[in-house]
């Protein structure tokens, strides 16, 4: 199974995503990270992602042939993260036929309504249990 983890800026997000899933799951997933920028892309792979591309078509190539993309909301909202999003990426994450599992972490000016706040550990523990089990276990 090819999880893709898509983040951008410092590539926190996707750093804690990467490093929570090598946890549970070892090398039983495969673990692609792609960086909206080269800072974003090295940091999930020192996560121990298990490859990793930066950039707008390496995003849109890449998406069209992973199982599942996680990321935060921002990956579905053109110029987000500072513009680092573009529009053509955006495109191609909601076209891809993967399922998307995004985080309601933003700091666009965009409000998701019902979404509960949560801290990012406990929004990536309930990504695991709640949605991913069940999938990758299948899978396995």
Known sequence: MKICVID???????????KKLKDVYDESVELIALGTNAIATAQMLKARANRGASGENAIIRTVKHVDIIIGPIGIVLAHSMMGEVTPKMVEAV???????????LTQENVTIVGSVPMPLPRLIEELIENYLKELIIQDV
Do not use: T, V, Y
Not at 94 to 104: H, I, Y
């Open 94 to 104: 909601s076209s891809s036929p993967a399922p998307k599992f995004l985080l309601p």
């Open 8 to 18: 951008g800026q410092g590539g926190g997000i996707g750093s804690a995503i990467i």
